[in-house]
């Protein structure tokens, strides 16, 4: 069940729409800074300002967060170099779904893990979690079931076995198969909280870097 969703009106809010659609009576000069650099990449059309994760870093200051609720998802894709920053939409117990300005480009994660995607041309439908990255608590190896969409519009499913090794608050996920692997790699809190990843979404799109910035 979801337990939480955004207003579309303040989700606009990162892309420069007034804070009156939220509740407040006047326009914010770092909402209305921000509103310059908006991006529709990621799949959901033709890019109007496309930014990189170093520019949207800088924008990102702690002032700008904490208009959005103080939660706000950075996704580059690495083969484009392009970046966007989705807000959280929905939270659905340890899942949250984030989306963009525009609604044409969503990643949902479970633990900072990726498990869906929507709008990138050749999206993630599902994907079963791996496990909590909490220290002390991480198995060497577990299944991890993908869906994706194979060139005749028909759900494939693939079963990876994923080994874990951890140095530190750096993860190494290895999921593999006799004829297709990958490495996601992730930097996480003792408790588990993952603050930047490199996640594999698709063989057509790649990686995507993920990066929490509260």
């Given at each position: 069940?979801?337990?939480?969703?955004?207003?579309?009106?303040?989700?606009?809010?990162?892309?420069?729409?007034?804070?009156?659609?939220?509740?407040?009576?006047?326009k914010s000069p770092l909402a209305l800074m921000?509103?310059?650099?908006?991006?529709?990449?990621?799949?959901?059309?033709?890019?109007?300002?496309?930014?990189?994760?170093?520019?949207?870093?800088?924008?990102?200051?702690?002032?700008?967060?904490?208009?959005?609720?103080?939660?706000?998802?950075?996704?580059?894709?690495?083969?484009?170099?392009?970046?966007?920053?989705?807000?959280?939409?929905?939270?659905?117990?340890?899942?949250?779904?984030?989306?963009?300005?525009?609604?044409?480009?969503?990643?949902?994660?479970?633990?900072?893990?990726?498990?869906?995607?929507?709008?990138?041309?050749?999206?993630?439908?599902?994907?079963?979690?791996?496990?909590?990255?909490?220290?002390?608590?991480?198995?060497?190896?577990?299944?991890?079931?993908?869906?994706?969409?194979?060139?005749?519009?028909?759900?494939?499913?693939?079963?990876?076995?994923?080994?874990?090794?951890?140095?530190?608050?750096?993860?190494?996920?290895?999921?593999?198969?006799?004829?297709?692997?990958?490495?996601?790699?992730?930097?996480?809190?003792?408790?588990?909280?993952?603050?930047?990843?490199?996640?594999?979404?698709?063989?057509?799109?790649?990686?995507?870097?993920?990066?929490?910035?509260?």
């Amino acid at each position: 069940m979801i337990i939480y969703t955004m207003n579309r009106a303040c989700l606009g809010l990162f892309f420069g729409l007034t804070l009156s659609a939220c509740g407040t009576q006047e326009k914010s000069p770092l909402a209305l800074m921000t509103s310059q650099y908006a991006s529709r990449v990621l799949g959901g059309g033709a890019p109007q300002d496309e930014m990189t994760m170093e520019q949207l870093r800088a924008i990102l200051t702690p002032e700008v967060v904490d208009q959005f609720g103080g939660s706000v998802l950075l996704v580059e894709t690495v083969d484009k170099g392009t970046a966007a920053g989705f807000l959280p939409v929905a939270v659905n117990g340890s899942a949250i779904t984030w989306m963009t300005q525009d609604g044409q480009a969503s990643v949902s994660t479970q633990n900072g893990a990726l498990i869906a995607t929507r709008g990138f041309g050749f999206d993630l439908l599902s994907a079963e979690a791996p496990p909590a990255f909490k220290h002390g608590d991480m198995p060497s190896s577990q299944t991890r079931q993908f869906q994706h969409l194979d060139g005749e519009n028909q759900v494939v499913t693939t079963r990876y076995t994923c080994d874990y090794s951890r140095g530190g608050s750096s993860i190494q996920e290895h999921c593999h198969t006799v004829e297709h692997d990958f490495i996601n790699t992730y930097k996480a809190t003792k408790t588990g909280k993952v603050l930047h990843s490199r996640q594999w979404i698709s063989p057509q799109i790649g990686y995507v870097v993920l990066e929490a910035v509260n």
